[in-house]
């Protein structure tokens, strides 16, 4: 039977006893037996090794009798119960007939391992959805703290200077402790909007030549107070030879500022952070390197996926959302070039290395090559228009928000009348008729879209058309579009900055004017 069924390719081996054949079973396509084998004492090994096979397997068995009513038949049955498939074949047997049970038999196996292959896979994806879900409740609940962490400062502070008789000194420890922590829950905001244009593809450059080694400086500068609170040495070696590229440059600053300020926060006092920038071949390469904690050697594969920390408990010593290593990686991708981690293990310090193109920006003459300090604005005292005798309707359902508005804009001159929901701001639009709006877009009742559809259709007959200014918590792409579409001529997104809210209203004016109705303060030059 051997020499035939290898004859017909399928592989066979021949066992002398079933203590031996039990060894092979798992791999088995098939069991051929002999009713004789069955009363062999090892019968029991068998029955026990059928029994335990794991649920997707029922091993065929192929059973040869002797013809008549077999003296096994209790013992047939158990074998049946154990392996699920069983083929009684009377002898003798014809060649066709061995050699299609055979095949059935095999065809059956086949179909078990493709049922194994199936379950293996799914409980791989649900291991991965389970790995899944427990770090996006990991990230819920670190969002929750870092978000709830500079609020706590803030409401704190703002309390200590309502409640208490502050002095001077307290009150601006107290302002540039609220200004601090606003600034860092903006950035918190601002990286988990850049996720979200991540993942919908949305994450866009705006390319042109620029100087990378003024991009550089302007990220050193950035963390460079960090850097000299914890006495780290800082050091920067820069090639010229890789200095212009073709590139976004804030968004490369971006990339290099979350390097560098990783770098900082985990070196410990008195390290080193490096910046080096060099030209290899037709690449320019960043290395950013420290002498810091190192990254675990497990970690290392995973340091550039979103909402991974290599310690993410709740006793960790460093603050943050792990989502800046994969807002540079996408950004690094989106420039044509790579980013790569390397570490010799905890306590070892760790290099990013940065590669991108330079292409044929060499070619080109850099511009703009100033890059815009992070997380830097300049205060509102410096320099700015004088919206003197401007008339502006501002509106927002957040009394707040309508205060600090109404505080920016009367400093610099400004007539200025709120309204907390669409249906006051139209009341009051025929007796005020303002020089701007400024509106915000989410409020309860009817929000910014519904009031500046009503607005320019009362303005159609009157043959006016006020200038609007969309204030909103709202930034993807679509809704700037939804905005501008609806009526309003510019977009600011919040948290608004006193100077970028101020510059937006003499802009919008100067452009719809034609010329420039708001001028600088003549008394400050």
Same mark, same amino acid.
């Given at each position: ?14 066992? *002398? ?64 119960? #154990? ?51 427990? $770090? ?29 008789? #502050? ?16 600034? #860092? ?25 620029i100087e990378l080694i003024s991009v550089i ?53 008195? *390290? ?22 190192? $990254? ?25 959302? *792990?989502?800046?290593? #994969? ?17 010799? *293990? ?18 080109? %003459? ?49 007539n200025v009348m709120t309204a907390g929901s ?21 409020? %309860? ?81």
């Open positions: 039977m051997a020499a035939l069924l290898d004859t017909e390719g399928f592989r066979t081996e021949v066992f *002398g006893g079933l203590a031996e054949a039990c060894q092979k079973l798992s791999n088995a396509g098939a069991l051929l037996l002999t009713e004789e084998a069955l009363e062999l004492p090892q019968i029991s090994d068998l029955l026990a090794a059928l029994k335990t096979q794991p649920p997707w397997s029922g091993l065929p068995l192929i059973i040869l009798t002797t013809g008549g009513e077999s003296r096994l038949v209790k013992l047939l049955e158990l074998i049946a119960e #154990a392996a699920g498939s069983v083929t009684l074949l009377e002898r003798p047997i014809g060649a066709a007939t061995l050699l299609h049970s055979v095949q059935v038999a095999i065809r059956s196996r086949r179909r078990q391992y493709q049922v194994r292959d199936l379950l293996a896979r799914e409980q791989a994806l649900r291991g991965e959805a389970e790995t899944a879900n427990q $770090i996006k409740d990991e990230f819920l609940a670190t969002v929750s703290h870092e978000l709830r962490t500079p609020l706590n400062a803030i409401l704190g502070w703002a309390t200590l200077m309502t409640r208490a008789k #502050a002095d001077d000194a307290t009150v601006t420890r107290a302002i540039e402790a609220i200004e601090r922590n606003a600034k #860092a829950q903006a950035q918190l905001i601002e990286d988990l909007l850049d996720v979200s244009r991540m993942i919908s593809g949305k994450l866009r450059l705006n390319v042109k030549p400086k302007a990220a050193v500068d950035a963390v460079h107070p960090a850097a000299e609170a914890k006495n780290l040495q800082l050091e920067m070696v820069f090639d010229a030879a890789a200095d212009r590229i073709l590139g976004d440059a804030s968004r490369l600053q971006q990339v290099i500022w979350n390097l560098l300020s990783n770098a900082v926060k985990f070196t410990p006092s008195g *390290g080193r952070v490096q910046i080096k920038l060099k030209r290899t071949d037709s690449h320019a390469r960043i290395i950013v390197s420290d002498t810091g904690a190192g $990254i675990p050697s497990e970690f290392l594969s995973h340091v550039f996926e979103p909402f991974r920390q290599a310690d993410g408990t709740t006793t960790r010593g460093n603050a943050g959302l *792990g989502l800046g290593l #994969a807002i540079a990686h996408r950004l690094v991708e989106l420039h044509g070039g790579e980013i790569s981690a390397a570490s010799a *293990g905890e306590g070892q310090g760790a290099s990013f290395t940065v590669t991108i193109p330079i292409a044929t920006a060499q070619s080109a %003459p850099a511009r703009d090559s100033k890059a815009v300090k992070v997380s830097d604005s300049e205060s509102i005292d410096a320099e700015m228009p004088n919206l003197f005798g401007l008339k502006i309707l501002a509106i927002d359902d957040e009394a707040d928000t309508r205060d600090m508005i109404r505080g920016v804009l009367e400093q610099l001159g400004a669409a249906r006051e701001a139209l009341e009051a639009l025929p007796g005020w008729k303002p020089d701007v709006l400024v509106c915000d877009i989410g409020m %309860p009742g009817e929000d910014g879209y519904a009031l500046i559809r009503k607005v320019r259709e009362l303005e159609t007959e009157q043959d006016r058309n006020t200038p609007a200014i969309a204030l909103t918590g709202y930034v993807r792409v679509e809704d700037r579009m939804r905005a501008l579409a609806a009526g309003y001529q510019m977009f600011v997104p919040k948290p608004v900055e006193a100077n970028e809210l101020v510059a937006t209203i003499s802009n919008l004016v100067a452009r719809v004017d034609g010329k420039s109705s708001i001028k600088k303060d003549a008394a400050a030059s």
